[in-house]
């Protein structure tokens, strides 16, 4: 009762819509029953794997100490793909993306 009335009050300052069945929210899937939701990633992950191109026999344990010069850097402004960026570069991008997800579905 308290959030349908806080819904109404929105609804007359703001246009919104209520969805009462929510399966995805924000990228993440959500199981709802009496007692409990739980929340799950999985399509991200997938994303990453695929993304980032991880294979189970590509893994390498950490630490991963590697030292780049100033010529294997990309230069500013100098767009890259996947082919083209540095380990390190892929490494940081990765580790943030995992960082990410470890956040939203703690």
């Known amino acids: 009762e308290l959030v349908d009335n806080v819904l109404k009050k929105v609804q007359q300052r703001f246009p ?12 993440m899937k959500l199981e ?5 939701v739980s929340i799950s990633q999985t399509q991200y ?3 990453l794997i695929s993304d980032y191109n991880i294979k189970q026999e590509k893994c390498t344990p950490l630490p991963y100490n590697v030292r780049y010069s100033k ?3 990309p230069q500013e402004g100098e767009a890259q793909s996947y ?8 490494f940081m991008e990765l580790a943030g993306s995992l960082l990410y997800l470890s956040m939203w579905t703690r």
């Not at 919104?16 to 990228?27: H, K, P, S, W």
């Not at 709802?32 to 409990?36: A, G, L, M, P």
């Not at 082919?83 to 892929?90: A, E, G, I, N, V």
Request: charged share 30%; hydrophobic share 25%; glycine share 4%.
């Open 32 to 36: 709802i029953d009496e007692s409990t």
């Open 83 to 90: 082919k083209t960026k540095s380990r390190r570069q892929l």
């Open 16 to 27: 919104i819509t209520v969805e009462r069945n929510v399966q995805q929210f924000l990228g």
């Open 71 to 73: 010529s294997q850097c």
């Open 45 to 47: 992950i997938d994303k």
